[in-house]
């Protein structure tokens, strides 16, 4: 069973960038399309950001477009998120997720494995 692992969150400043990384584990990695979901206190899980299992595909919401970008290196078992431009509304735990369906899934139900995500926190 595939376990994915969240880092690079931390405490920035509005407009500074930073980059998480999604490591997994326990499967061939390139079997599973990959999400970014974020859920700040309060509030539901939304989705951020996917990529398909080849990278050929990507989708993000519309929140982060222009200032959010995914990419994924299936030598490293690894899925990046590289968000620029960060916003204090952008403060939540980010977590990653993977699922065996081949497009680039956006809700919470169709991934069926979840990291325990990282805290990413912008002062503004």
């Known amino acids: 069973q595939v376990q994915p692992v969240e880092s690079g969150g931390g405490l920035v400043q509005s407009g500074d960038s930073l980059r998480l990384s999604c490591v997994a584990s326990g499967d061939t990695f390139s079997r599973y399309a990959v999400g970014w979901f974020r859920q700040a206190p309060g509030k539901e899980r939304e989705f951020v950001a996917g990529i398909s299992r080849s990278g050929g595909s990507t989708n993000s919401a519309d929140s982060v477009k222009g200032r959010f970008t995914i990419s994924r290196d299936n030598a490293k078992n690894t899925v990046y998120l590289q968000m620029n431009t960060l916003k204090p509304e952008g403060s939540a735990v980010y977590c990653c997720?993977?699922?065996?369906?081949?497009?680039?899934?956006?809700?919470?139900?169709?991934?069926?494995?979840w990291g325990r995500g990282t805290q990413v926190t912008v002062s503004s």
């Open positions: 997720a993977m699922t065996i369906i081949v497009c680039v899934a956006t809700t919470v139900p169709e991934y069926g494995f």
